[in-house]
């Protein structure tokens, strides 16, 4: 088995020194977390490399370099950096996720690109994928790749990790290729997200664009069950909890508080981005010099902006600005032995950088929207004998985690400037309370635990996988149900009528038997060794009247009445009396939900929901159940939540009562149930070990086999008596 890491770029640089092509390791977060994987598999990684070239021996000489390190360039033309890259990926998609929605760019020539060099990493690592391999895909420039893979390599198992925000669905749906996107993620078993936010975004992306069925962090297809989870993203504590003992670092934060004397020292760490709220925070930081003049010469700010894509108009634009604002701030506040906004547009080594988290008093991280932002993290971790102060975006995916910081609106001026006096006059034994909880969920959550942690998700749902592959019926299963069906001498079979035997339809009325089941069941009912009976939650009248003339027995509302021979019976003495209390509840509920309706059986209410918007309609079922609660508590009723609908009924019987009472009339040697809905596991569940229950649609443990499909149910039994 191997683990395949995907991703836009390679954990390492190639750069050309006295023309040659040197090889240099990152330090980013990602490529230390998948580094540090506690596994016996042979880890690849598959990317770009960082480099533009179009002489195919340098290519080849590129391509050797890194596979000795099991490393496997993706190279890019300059038109596929620009389009796909500047274009598609940080254009259009970046923009969108983090909430610019006047940012986004529109380009054909983006889309067609992104499209292309996804189906270049596509063809990059699919000739040494093997099925057991676990694809591990990164980041929102390869949101079409897990699709590409899953299309060429079925039984592989995919991960994608999404590490930036997930849009509101009313944001993504502006998304022109919204579609193809969401079925390019849908291609992985496992979807990870930082944060539960995030992940509730896609979810319901999901339900609305692809009309999807989704049950809690699941969502079904035909033939598995992709999982959505949320794994926030940590650091190597260890490795920046130890640094500022480090004889260098200790000797640079030495110089650094030599230089500084005695003020307090905010710092703040951003790549240049319009995201990362950096003039907001100038502003905030602005209006606390002019409100509080007590703190001149005692407070300045570190601001490390981090050089990115500054050849882009919006960013160069945005540098500008930043420029002329710290130009502002020190113009009008300096004085000659006091600086209130060092400014550095660099990147900065390792140690420097431990070295300003070291001395750094508070720090400010203000982003306007940020997945997680690890910059938070790695300033906790190198705190030490002397404690340091958070100011934390309510925005970065960190502040979920972090809730000791002080956690602000970025937005808000006032509110940046009320942070700033408050960590400023924050007492010490306070600092230290509030470090150490963080430090205490930091050292835990690491970026080593994130990478374990999703792998072992995904192996873990990738066996649940191959147990729904099993469980569907294909041609070997089929094989063995009818071999077992030729071979009974008295069989009985039990059929669910909606959602099986017919699909749902809007109106639950226009659900008429179609002329080949009627035909189907004809020759099932024709067989003397066949007892065929509809076990439906419908009522007795609707039964007769669509399948008049068969030779069918019935059980109508879940068991609570039988039809043998011709002749109805019933399990309940008689029409059940719907309390008030009951019935105003489900009509208020309609009221407040458009498109849902009741149906007033003799034994059961039901509330449908079938045409009702994803949102408001798993609202509405959470309030309507928890407030029946109390009265069907005091009257005896049960609450069975199922496909679309909300059923309140007694619980003296159900679809199971009625085949424990068939199953104790009659010996049979082939028993089959089969059922799409909740209430069909009660026939599941009451199967003896040696019956066949077949759940139609969703996985089900209860059921042995599955069709993924109800279009494919009359075609399996014309297949099982042929």
């Known amino acids: 088995m191997k683990i395949i890491i995907i991703a836009n770029r390679l954990p390492v640089k190639i750069e050309r020194e006295d023309n040659a092509f040197v090889v240099k390791r990152s330090e980013g977060g990602l490529a230390t977390g998948l580094g540090s994987l506690e596994t016996d598999a042979e880890m690849h990684w598959i990317g770009w490399p960082g480099i533009y070239t179009d002489d195919e021996n340098e290519k080849k000489e590129i391509t050797e370099k890194l596979g000795e390190l099991n490393y496997h360039p993706v190279f890019l033309s300059e038109d596929q950096i620009e389009n796909y890259y500047e274009g598609y990926s940080n254009s259009t998609i970046w923009p969108l996720c983090h909430y610019f929605f006047s940012f986004i760019q529109y380009k054909t020539e983006y889309w067609e690109a992104y499209r292309e060099v996804n189906s270049l990493f596509c063809e990059e690592a699919l000739p040494f994928i093997e099925d057991d391999d676990i694809i591990w895909v990164q980041d929102y420039q390869l949101m079409l790749l897990p699709k590409k893979i899953r299309d060429n390599k079925p039984n592989v198992n995919i991960g994608y990790f999404h590490h930036i925000p997930f849009p509101s669905y009313e944001l993504f749906r502006v998304l022109p290729e919204r579609e193809e996107v969401l079925e390019g993620l849908l291609g992985a078993d496992l979807i990870g997200f930082h944060t539960h936010d995030y992940m509730r975004h896609f979810i319901s992306a999901i339900y609305r664009v692809l009309d999807l069925n989704c049950n809690l962090d699941e969502i079904s297809l035909r033939d598995r069950i992709v999982h959505v989870d949320a794994f926030p993203m940590g650091i190597n504590y260890e490795q920046y909890h130890n640094a500022p003992a480090l004889a260098d670092v200790r000797k640079r934060s030495e110089k650094l508080r ?368 928890n407030a029946l609660m109390g009265p069907s508590s005091r009257l005896n009723l049960q609450i069975v939540p199922g496909n679309k609908i909300v059923e309140i009924k007694s619980p003296d019987f159900n679809k199971g009562s009625e085949v424990k009472r068939l199953l104790q009339k009659a010996d049979y040697d082939f028993m089959l149930a089969i059922g799409d809905d909740t209430t069909d596991e009660d026939m599941f569940h009451a199967l003896p070990p040696n019956g066949v229950g077949i759940k139609v649609g969703d996985f089900s443990p209860a059921a042995k086999y599955r069709i993924p499909l109800q279009s494919s149910v009359i075609p399996f039994f014309g297949n099982m008596i042929k």
């Open 258 to 625: 030599e230089e500084l004397g005695s003020q307090t020292i905010m710092l703040s760490v951003d790549r240049l981005d319009y995201s990362k709220g950096i003039l907001h925070r100038l502003n905030g930081f602005a209006n606390f010099l002019e409100n509080h003049p007590e703190y001149h010469k005692k407070v300045s700010l570190a601001m490390i902006v981090v050089p990115s894509r500054d050849a882009v108009d919006r960013y160069a634009d945005l540098k500008t600005q930043i420029d002329q604002t710290i130009g502002k701030i020190n113009g009008q506040y300096s004085t000659l032995g006091w600086t209130p906004v060092y400014y550095f547009y660099q990147s900065f080594p390792f140690n420097e950088l431990i070295a300003l988290y070291d001395i750094a008093d508070i720090a400010l991280v203000t982003p306007l929207r940020d997945g997680m932002n690890l910059v938070a993290k790695e300033y906790l971790a190198t705190k030490r004998e002397k404690p340091g102060v958070l100011i934390l975006s309510e925005m970065a995916g960190a502040a979920i985690e972090l809730p000791d910081a002080i956690i602000i609106n970025p937005n808000d001026m006032q509110e940046i400037e009320n942070a700033i006096l408050q960590a400023l006059t924050m007492p010490e034994k306070e600092k230290r309370a509030r470090l150490d909880n963080m430090q205490k969920r930091i050292s835990t959550q690491t970026v080593k635990k994130w990478a374990s942690d999703f792998v072992k998700e995904l192996s873990h749902i990738s066996e649940q996988n191959k147990e729904i592959f099993q469980k569907t019926v294909g041609k070997r299963q089929l094989t063995q149900i009818k071999k077992e069906y030729d071979q009974a001498s008295r069989r009985l079979i039990l059929l669910d009528y909606d959602g099986t035997l017919s699909p749902f339809v809007k109106n639950p009325e226009d659900a008429i038997p179609s002329e080949e089941l009627l035909n189907l069941l004809t020759k099932l009912t024709s067989d003397q060794k066949n007892k065929v009976v509809i076990n439906s939650g419908r009522n007795r009248q609707v039964l007769d009247k669509w399948f008049k003339g068969l030779d069918l027995d019935f059980a109508a509302e879940h068991g609570a009445f039988y039809k043998e021979s011709g002749k109805w019976h019933k399990n309940i003495r008689e029409k059940m009396e719907w309390d008030d209390e009951i019935l105003k509840i489900i009509e208020h509920t309609i009221d407040k939900t458009p498109r849902s309706h009741m149906e007033e059986k003799d034994s059961s209410l039901v509330w449908h929901y079938r045409n009702v918007d994803v949102w408001l309609a798993e609202l509405r079922q959470k309030q309507l159940i």
